[in-house]
T-cell receptor, first 115, second 113 residues
Framework: GAGVSQSPRYKVAKRGQDVALRCDPISGHVSLFWYQQALGQGPEFLTYFQNEAQLDKSGLPSDRFFAERPEGSVSTLKIQRTQQEDSAVYLC?????????????FGPGTRLTVT | GNSVTQMEGPVTLSEEAFLTINCTYTATGYPSLFWYVQYPGEGLQLLLKATKADDKGSNKGFEATYRKETTSFHLEKGSVQVSDSAVYFCALIITSGTYKYIFGTGTRLKVLA
């Protein structure tokens, strides 16, 4: 596709529910990233994939958060037993390759509200 | 550790005014530096970047120079327009052992006609 797409754009979940957020990166991009952006803050790194390998998951806030990219393309971020503090915009980004000068292309984000 | 500090907003300017948004960083080594912009209702977009000391990134009339001595990457524009109203994020990239951005908290710019 032309850019990174994410779905759903908005998600409301009751506390304790599980949610799954989807990211479709730009075709051919080998690197994929998830960030969490709280209201009024900058994005914070959650996890990074190189193809299907999850190379860094140091930013995942708890074991309730799980990400996968089984075929090296589409990725899913799953949050189990959602809590109110999980409310944020979840951003996905992709990059053509892993070098310092290559920009990451961001999707529009999924706004998650936990009630 | 690695971090980025931006001036707090919001910044409100009249059209054609000069803009400076300050950004300083703390990092191991000399990371590439970036400015991203988020227009209302849109995703983050790369505005400009610099990959080494003394490099100047520029785009759409915006400029920023990578200053190693002051660990800074201030964003400037000589004459802002209403259409520049957005949130601006300074960021550095970590490529040792991982591959991720560290973002500042963002600075909201509002330009009045």
């Amino acid at each position: 596709g032309a850019g990174v797409s994410q779905s759903p754009r908005y998600k409301v979940a009751k506390r304790g529910q599980d949610v799954a957020l989807r990211c479709d990166p730009i075709s051919g991009h080998v690197s994929l990233f998830w960030y969490q952006q709280a209201l009024g803050q900058g994005p914070e790194f959650l996890t990074y994939f190189q193809n299907e390998a999850q190379l860094d998951k140091s930013g995942l806030p708890s074991d309730r958060f799980f990400a996968e990219r089984p075929e090296g393309s589409v990725s899913t971020l799953k949050i189990q037993r959602t809590q109110q503090e999980d409310s944020a915009v979840y951003l996905c980004a992709s990059s053509l390759r892993r070098t310092a000068s290559y920009e990451q292309y961001f999707g529009p984000g999924t706004r998650l509200t936990v009630t | 550790g690695n971090s980025v500090t931006q001036m707090e907003g919001p910044v409100t300017l009249s059209e054609e005014a000069f803009l400076t948004i300050n950004c300083t960083y703390t990092a191991t080594g000399y990371p590439s530096l970036f400015w991203y912009v988020q227009y209302p209702g849109e995703g983050l977009q790369l505005l400009l970047k610099a990959t080494k000391a003394d490099d100047k990134g520029s785009n759409k009339g915006f400029e920023a120079t990578y200053r190693k001595e002051t660990t800074s990457f201030h964003l400037e524009k000589g004459s802002v327009q209403v259409s520049d109203s957005a949130v601006y994020f300074c960021a550095l990239i970590i490529t040792s052992g991982t591959y991720k951005y560290i973002f500042g908290t963002g600075t909201r710019l509002k330009v009045l006609a």
